[in-house]
């Protein structure tokens, strides 16, 4: 089972940026690809990003593409840095971890972590 705790959500106003991380309580870290969910009241679950084991491999929301950067470093963190905010981007964003190739389907990811709240003003 993998520990996963999300940091960096907030409030920022439309256009402006945020970086959040996701940190991985996990010896085998590299086995697992990580991808970022966003939840809104009275909405399903919504991919946004996923980075591969070894960071090779990203695919992104087509809402976010051009504004969301996925990457992951050796000490056990991915982050996301979303730029060019819009309002339609406040959500709750969590990270999901899945042991073997990155997957777009929430349904395929066995750890979350608590999730952290974005909001984007206008």
């Known amino acids: 089972q993998v520990h996963l705790v999300e940091r960096g959500g907030g409030l920022v106003q439309a256009g402006g940026s945020l970086r959040l991380s996701c940190t991985a309580s996990?010896?085998?870290?590299?086995?697992?690809?990580i991808a970022w969910f966003r939840q809104t009241p009275g909405k399903e679950r919504e991919f946004v990003s996923v980075?591969?084991?070894?960071?090779?491999?990203t695919r992104a929301a087509d809402s976010v593409k051009g504004r969301f950067t996925i990457s992951r470093d050796n000490a056990n963190i991915v982050y996301l840095e979303m730029s060019s905010l819009k309002p339609e981007d406040t959500a709750v964003y969590y990270c999901?971890?899945?042991?073997?190739?990155?997957?777009?389907?929430?349904?395929?990811?066995?750890?979350w972590g608590q999730g952290t709240q974005v909001t984007v003003s206008s």
């Open positions: 996990v010896r085998t870290f590299d086995n697992y690809a």
């Open positions: 980075i591969s084991r070894g960071g090779g491999t």
């Open positions: 999901a971890a899945r042991r073997g190739y990155v997957s777009t389907e929430g349904h395929d990811y066995a750890d």
